[in-house]
């Protein structure tokens, strides 16, 4: 069998193929500095906010649609419950509708 050896890649060629926010750290290059961390720190922040946020949007939607349910569940829900349950499911959907408008629009969302 063949030995192989690995040769190291000039710093120069690492920076121009990374993408701009990458999480691949070059292990070639050393610890991060602090700079450096706080910023990828920050990008994973706002990438798992997004997420967070985008869950929101379809635990919402979910629930308009359960809402909607019980909305058109005739006699088996009390009418205070069908009436409640009628308000959020029209309600909902606007609001998860402006939430996610709001993210996306702030180059947040997916």
Do not use: C, F
Request: hydrophobic residues 45%; glycine residues 6%; negative net charge.
């Amino acid at each position: 069998m063949a030995v192989r050896h690995l040769s190291p890649v000039p710093d120069a060629e690492l920076k121009a193929a990374e993408p701009a926010n990458s999480e691949v750290v070059a292990i070639s290059r050393g610890p991060e500095s602090t700079t450096e961390r706080i910023r990828r720190l920050q990008w994973e922040a706002r990438v798992l906010a997004a997420e967070q946020a985008e869950a929101l949007g379809a635990d919402l939607e979910a629930m308009a649609a359960r809402a909607l349910e019980i909305a058109e569940g005739g006699e088996a829900y009390p009418a205070g419950v069908r009436e409640l349950a009628s308000r959020i499911a029209s309600d909902l959907p606007e609001k998860a509708k402006t939430l996610l408008t709001i993210l996306h629009r702030n180059g947040t969302g997916s």
